[in-house]
């Protein structure tokens, strides 16, 4: 029996810290590249002729640039804009404390919304969920059987591994997603059908 696998090495970009504790979402901050032991380690763990996928947001091209710098081989990105994080609207920018008031999120410690609310001129964790997964879909059967190295998201890679598992979005938050973990999905082929294969979750190489 033939079996074809795409491998994901999903990889949440370095730190931000330029935006004082505030609520970024969207906004196009740059990270903090400088701890170069995590760099080396994540250069070591992932593979060399990959795909190298990143959102439109110069955090997760930064990233990239300092894991390639660190001694991984790369190709030039693919830009994925819809791989991009989750839009807070009028949100981003706001310090949480000013965004939760008078408000129970007991069940919400890891986002700043359950997954079907909106922020005011922003999306829900849902409409990221359905932007993305397309995106995911496409990149598997376009490179299918090789490695792709996706540099994206928190709010991104919980939507997919949501995919992956078959998980409703308000499951999906309560993933864990660290800066600079890899988080490894196999996308695979068989002549029988198309399934998923979680291999690890927020590794920490």
């Known amino acids: 029996m033939t079996v074809d696998i795409t491998r994901w090495w999903w990889v949440r970009h370095a730190p931000v810290t330029a935006n004082n504790g505030r609520l970024y979402g969207q906004r196009d901050l740059p990270c903090d590249t400088d701890d170069t ?62 965004i939760w008031p008078d408000r129970d999120l007991s069940g919400h410690r890891l986002w700043p919304a359950p997954a079907h609310e909106r922020a005011p001129g922003g999306e829900s964790f849902a409409d990221l969920m359905s932007r993305s997964v397309p995106v995911i879909a496409r990149l598997s059967e376009a490179h299918r059987g090789r490695d792709i190295i996706a540099v994206t998201h928190g709010g991104t890679i919980r939507a997919a591994i949501g995919f992956a598992l078959g998980l409703d979005p308000e499951s999906a938050l309560r993933l864990s997603v660290e800066n600079l973990s890899v988080t490894r999905l196999d996308h695979v082929f068989t002549p029988t059908g198309i399934y998923w294969r979680v291999v690890n979750v927020n590794y920490l190489p």
């Open 37 to 98: 032991e995590r760099f080396d380690a994540l250069a070591a763990h992932l593979p060399e002729d990959s795909v190298l996928v990143t959102s439109n947001l110069q955090r997760t091209t930064q990233t990239a640039d300092a894991i390639s710098a660190a001694g991984l081989s790369m190709p030039e990105p693919v830009i994925e804009a819809d791989l991009r994080e989750q839009s807070f609207g009028d949100w981003q920018g706001k310090l949480y404390e000013e």
